[in-house]
């Protein structure tokens, strides 16, 4: 029993000093930052066509109202299919998360934030490429994060 918790223990420290960002646990219970419909025709539409709500957590917070995120910043940014219908824009299912994890000594290479997508209702991963993809939008953003905090 032992051994099986120190290995567990291992793969987790291993996959944390490679850099993964990790699932987002209990996101929903977050700050609720803002939510936005993107439909088709709009320039990001793929792949983010659909309801998206962005959740920060505490760090990420005082992050938004004050300009300067801190290491263990993390925001997500949950988006949904858009079901349209009857005069109304309600949520499909789950497209999927992107999490944006804030550790300038482990991520270095994006501009010290790690970029991770989970599809759908799972953890599978559908980042890549380490983020560089993700971090090639956001690097023309300040402190690469779109949202900004509103009164």
Same mark, same amino acid.
């Given at each position: 029993m032992k051994s099986i918790a120190m290995t567990g223990l291992l793969v987790v420290s291993m996959a944390?000093?490679?850099?993964?960002?990790?699932?987002?646990?209990?996101? *929903?219970?977050w700050n609720h930052v803002k939510s936005m419909v993107i439909l088709e025709g709009h320039p990001l539409a793929d792949p983010f066509q659909g309801i998206h709500h962005v959740y920060a957590n505490g760090k990420a917070l005082e992050g938004l109202k004050n300009g300067a995120f801190p290491k263990g910043s993390v925001l997500v940014f949950d988006l949904l299919k858009e079901v349209q219908g009857e005069h109304a824009i309600t949520e499909g299912e789950r497209?999927?998360?992107?999490?944006?994890? *804030?550790?300038?000594?482990?991520f270095r290479e994006t501009g010290g934030w790690g970029f991770e997508a989970f599809a759908g209702n799972t953890r599978e991963r559908m980042v890549k490429d380490g983020g560089k993809s993700c971090y090639g939008c956001h690097v023309q953003e300040k402190d690469r994060v779109f949202s900004q905090w509103r009164d």
């Open positions: 944390i000093s490679a850099g993964e960002v990790s699932y987002p646990e209990g996101y *929903r219970h497209k999927f998360i992107g999490v944006m994890q *804030r550790d300038p000594e482990r």
